[in-house]
């Protein structure tokens, strides 16, 4: 996040339409491709390890508590988006904080 923040930093010193400032969004956009990619790139390797685990007769049932985890991400993203609409985009990162 705080590399983010400089990189995104690092951007806006650049003047809007130059040669300059369009290299350096393209690389910020392909470092947030690989970041993306390295975060997400142990998910395969997750799930088949646990279904290497379960029984043949159980793995419906844990794959679907594995479906009800990624649910939970998706109401926090409704619920953020919630409370920066009606209170403030701060408001936010307090609630994440208090939890």
């Known amino acids: 996040l705080v590399c983010m923040a400089l990189l995104d ?11 300059e400032h369009t290299f350096r969004v393209a690389v910020v956009a392909a470092l947030y491709v690989v970041r993306t990619g390295l975060m997400n790139c142990t998910y395969p390797l997750e799930e088949s390890l646990l279904m290497d685990h379960v029984p043949k007769s159980a793995r419906a049932r844990w794959k679907s508590l594995d479906s009800i985890s ?17 209170y403030s985009y701060s408001t936010t990162f307090l609630v994440t904080a208090a939890i």
Do not use: E, T
Not at 9 to 16: E, L, M, P, T, Y
Not at 72 to 79: F, I, M, N, V
């Open 70 to 86: 990624v649910f939970g991400w998706c109401g926090s993203a409704a619920l953020g988006g919630y409370l920066a609409d009606r």
């Open 9 to 19: 930093s690092w951007v806006k010193r650049s003047a809007v339409g130059s040669s």
